[in-house]
């Protein structure tokens, strides 16, 4: 499968953006799906996960409350609503797709990752 994340781009503090990570080559139906994010000189980070079905959700402590994870299988489309960013959240986002079942929240427990998009919040 391949990803194509989309949707980031700059953003004042307090300011929402939602990203999206289209796939092709397979349905996403297969994949439980993740957003990660990696700034600059730092570690690629857990965001947020979501079951198969959407039924079932993890998000990073830093995130809960603000941003929300969701699927639209019938589109093949992954999406991360983000609310009240702060400076601290510019990063490179990622979506990524694992085959196996259950929310992973580490890096190497996808198969498949996207290319990134920057988001960049400013102060």
């Known amino acids: 499968v391949q990803l194509q994340a989309s949707g980031g781009g700059l953003v004042q503090a307090g300011g929402s953006l939602r990203l999206s990570c289209t796939a092709s080559?397979?349905?996403?139906?297969?994949?439980?799906m993740g957003w990660f994010r990696q700034a600059q000189g730092k570690e690629r980070e857990f965001v947020a996960a979501?079951?198969?079905?959407?039924?079932?959700?993890a998000y990073a402590d830093s995130v809960k409350g603000r941003f929300t994870i969701s699927r639209d299988n019938t589109k093949n489309t992954l999406y991360l609503q983000m609310n009240s960013l702060k400076p601290e959240e510019t990063a490179v986002y990622y979506c990524?797709?694992?085959?196996?079942?259950?929310?992973?929240?580490?890096?190497?427990?996808?198969?498949?990752w996207g290319q990134g998009t920057l988001v960049t919040v400013s102060s």
């Open positions: 080559g397979r349905t996403i139906r297969s994949y439980e």
């Open positions: 979501i079951t198969v079905s959407g039924g079932n959700t």
């Open positions: 990524a797709a694992r085959l196996r079942s259950g929310l992973g929240m580490r890096p190497h427990d996808y198969d498949y």
